[in-house]
């Protein structure tokens, strides 16, 4: 079954909740924030070639091999691939995406307005596929290494330790035009559509009997079958 826009978005109260179990004893201590997850899934969603939950799903939950293990695992899974949804959704739209950011005063660990957005969305291009160029016209390419630049050219800058919150809303707005333009650019190139999460994840269990309930799921998420993709479908 194909979902709506309506049926991705999350709300309020979901927003709130994905927010806290990111931080929760749910998900490995280097689990990504809401905003860092907000920029990665940005990259993700519009890489040249289509991205499987099971491809960028680890980098969630820990920069090693961890993966989400404790109670609230099934609910986080949840939000997140919703959260890939919404942005699958609205992403191409000016006035139904905007990057997720906290608030700009530093908090305890110095961190600036943006940074942790531009970090997540740094670590999503990471997660292209090698070779990605080779899918595309020289032009084709250019044309994305140059957004691609555009987008996180003002966060490498010398400036960026001295910018005030007013200088990163601007690059901010700058980057997110930026963005858009790599989502426009992959429907002009014909590229494959970026399928919903959800779906990819419900259709995981291969022909056959398939795994047990406590095999590892066939997903990639190295969680349990019966509280991944199982309990999900």
């Not at 899934?41 to 961890?66: G, I, K, N, Y």
């Not at 990471?126 to 032009?139: A, F, I, M, N, Y």
Request: glycine share 8%; proline share 8%; net charge negative.
């Amino acid at each position: 079954m194909t979902q709506s826009p309506a049926d991705s978005c999350l709300s309020e109260e979901e927003l709130d909740s994905l927010e806290a179990l990111l931080a929760s004893d749910s998900v490995p201590d280097d689990c990504m924030s809401l905003e860092m997850l907000d920029g990665y899934l940005a990259a993700v969603v519009v890489s040249p070639e289509p991205l499987a939950p099971a491809q960028w799903l680890p980098s969630v939950w820990s920069e090693t091999d961890e993966v989400a293990v404790g109670p609230g695992v099934q609910r986080v899974l949840s939000l997140v691939l919703r959260y890939h949804d919404e942005l699958v959704d609205t992403l191409g739209d000016p006035e139904g995406w905007e990057p997720f950011c906290y608030a700009g005063d530093d908090d305890e660990n110095g961190t600036r307005l943006g940074d942790e957005w531009m970090t997540g969305f740094e670590l999503g291009l990471e997660v292209w596929p090698e070779g990605w160029q080779t899918r595309l016209d020289s032009p084709d390419v250019e044309t994305f290494e140059a957004l691609i630049e555009r987008a996180a050219t003002p966060w490498m800058s010398a400036e960026v330790e001295f910018a005030d919150d007013a200088q990163r809303i601007e690059w901010l707005t700058a980057t997110a035009a930026a963005v858009r333009a790599i989502h426009h650019l992959r429907e002009a190139c014909a590229l494959p559509p970026v399928p919903h999460a959800r779906e990819v994840r419900a259709t995981a269990r291969p022909a056959g009997e398939g795994p047990g309930r406590n095999d590892p799921c066939p997903c990639g998420s190295g969680e349990k079958y019966k509280r991944c993709c199982g309990a999900l479908a």
